[in-house]
Each structure stands twice: as C-alpha cells, then as structure tokens.
C-alpha cells in the first residue's frame, strides 16, 4: 500500500526515533537505520533533520540495547530486497520521491509484558520531495510520539516510550503440576518398601511351617 502525504506543516527535529538522553543503561527502543549498498547504518541524524533521496531505504526495527547503539542489532532484510519488494514499480512524480521503508517490530522475547509484536512489513512513501525521515515514516504508519520523541509504530508498544529497564520480562515459568517430580517426591517411599519386605519374609516362614 502506498500513501502520499504533502509536507508542508512542520515537523519538529527533535522527533528523531528515541530519547537520546538515555545514553547509559538497557533501553528498549524504536532504532532508526539507513540502507545503502546492500547495508544498514546506524542513523547518525534524527529523523527529524535526516532528508532521504529518491530511491533511498529506511529502517525502524524495536530493540534492546545497551546505551542505545546499533549493538541493539540492524534488521534482518537485505536494504535491496526492500526496496525491490516495497518500491520496485513504482515511480514518483516531479516534486515527489520514493523512499522504501522496512518495519521490525522485533520479536517476542523483546516485547514488553503482554504485547505481542506485529509482523514485519515494508512499505514505499511517496512523498514531497523536502520531506524528512519522520515524514516519510508517517506516510506508512500510525506513529504516537511524546514530548519529541517516537514512541510507537502501529501501536506497538501500546504505552511505553523508550524506557530505560533493569531487565527483560522473564519467561513464565511452569506450574508445579507440570514440573517433573523431585527425586525425593518421585516414585514409592522407601519405608512402604521395607514393609512390604518384612511381610513377604512373614509371609514365608508361616507358609513353610504349615
């Protein structure tokens, strides 16, 4: 599906994707990445200054990172295969550009407590030709900011924005029921063992005097 947008209200530069004051400490966050040459790049500019060309590629992929670095990880497509697959056909008009976007939601493990990630997708803005990375991304998606900074992407997260977290959501753990048995609990106790013993040999000797 391809959305046109005109961009002509401004947008602020501060809404660059995530917070960057939170430059220490385990931030689970929309990252911002540019394609070029069959490669991602960790965005350097917010999307709020950054003007893609015609032809370009940009990426949003949810992470967890440490300090808020591309440790958080690239995404997975190839910047070329985005491309091909959101804007192979289609052709901008004088004044418009067509810029691809990929969108990762990340995965299951990484996504806050309760929310399940949506699938992947790629989409092709077209869009004015002045038009910044934020604007291209809004041409795409239902995007919620707050205080200058991007939150979520098609309501993914639902309420969260960018927070700084001790550590990932554990995984559930399985009821008692399911567990195993414990060597201690498992199996018939060794008292009933030494009774049934002592009564077979009873039983045995009564048996041989009759």
Known sequence: MIRRV???CAVTAALIGAPTAHAEGLTRYWSYWNGSDGAWSYATQ??????????????????VSEGMTEAGGPPTLDPR????????TVASNQGQ???????DFGTADIAPAGETPPAPRTE?????AGANGFQILSAV???????????????????ECAPIIDALEPAPVASDVAQAPSEESSGTPWWTL??????AIVGLVVWRRR
Do not use: M, N, S
């Open 97 to 103: 550009k067509a810029v691809a976007v990929a969108l």
């Open 194 to 199: 030494g009774v049934l013993a002592v009564a």
């Open 6 to 8: 005109l961009v002509g």
């Open 124 to 128: 092709c803005a077209v869009v004015d």
């Open 81 to 88: 295969r985005v491309w091909q697959k959101a804007c192979g």
């Open 141 to 159: 998606a239902d995007v919620r900011a707050d205080g200058g900074f991007l939150c979520g992407i098609d309501g993914f997260p639902r309420e």
């Open 46 to 63: 917010g999307a709020g200054t950054t003007i893609p060309r015609d032809g370009d590629v940009e990426a949003w992929t949810f992470v």
